[in-house]
């Protein structure tokens, strides 16, 4: 059964969100995008609140690219919150970032980040790398679905 749920990018930068969409294209995936330009509004989507209040929260996406650069509420901030609030807990997060600092890629995993990506700066690299995440996080992965009354 095809997975049809949305992936979650949150990216500031339009021209790595406009990489990040037209990889997704040329590698195929047909899973519907959402775009988060900061923190804030990344939770906002996936709690229904602020600019997003009346979303149904308990349709999560597939997964979350997310950057740790972020305006407004950087990436760890994000990932902690995601953590930790039970509907979220498992919810696959991927960081998807250009920094190469040890202390970000051990916070990132130390706070529950499901895999730690550096995009590379090569355009057929992130294309292969964006094919990549597609595979195994739309098509390979398991995932755990919400069960009626929002209980896992």
Same mark, same amino acid.
């Given at each position: 059964?095809?997975?049809?749920?949305?992936?979650?990018?949150?990216?500031?930068?339009? %021209?790595?969100?406009?990489? =990040?969409?037209?990889?997704? !294209?040329?590698?195929?995936?047909?899973? /519907?995008? *959402? #775009?988060?330009? $900061?923190?804030?509004?990344?939770? %906002?989507?996936?709690?229904? =609140?602020?600019?997003?209040? !009346?979303?149904?929260?308990?349709?999560? /996406?597939? *997964? #979350?690219?997310? $950057?740790?650069?972020l305006?407004?509420?950087?990436?760890?901030?994000?990932?902690r919150?995601?953590?930790?609030?039970e509907?979220?807990?498992?919810?696959? #997060?991927?960081?998807?970032?250009?920094?190469?600092?040890?202390?970000?890629?051990q916070?990132?995993?130390?706070l529950?980040?499901?895999?730690?990506?550096?995009?590379?700066?090569?355009?057929?690299?992130?294309?292969?790398?964006?094919?990549?995440?597609?595979?195994?996080?739309?098509?390979?992965?398991?995932?755990?679905?919400?069960?009626?009354?929002?209980?896992?």
């Open positions: 059964m095809p997975n049809n749920q949305p992936v979650l990018i949150v990216e500031d930068n339009p %021209d790595d969100e406009a990489l =990040t969409l037209r990889a997704f !294209g040329k590698a195929g995936v047909k899973n /519907p995008m *959402v #775009v988060a330009h $900061d923190g804030v509004e990344a939770l %906002d989507y996936l709690f229904g =609140t602020g600019s997003h209040v !009346g979303r149904d929260a308990s349709e999560l /996406p597939a *997964v #979350v690219l997310l $950057d740790l650069k305006p407004r509420m950087d990436g760890l901030e994000v990932l919150r995601i953590r930790a609030d509907r979220t807990a498992l919810l696959p #997060v991927v960081v998807l970032t250009t920094s190469r600092e040890d202390l970000d890629v916070q990132s995993l130390r529950g980040a499901n895999s730690y990506i550096r995009k590379p700066v090569d355009y057929e690299r992130f294309l292969h790398a964006v094919h990549l995440i597609g595979q195994y996080w739309l098509t390979l992965n398991e995932t755990v679905h919400a069960q009626a009354g929002g209980a896992y």
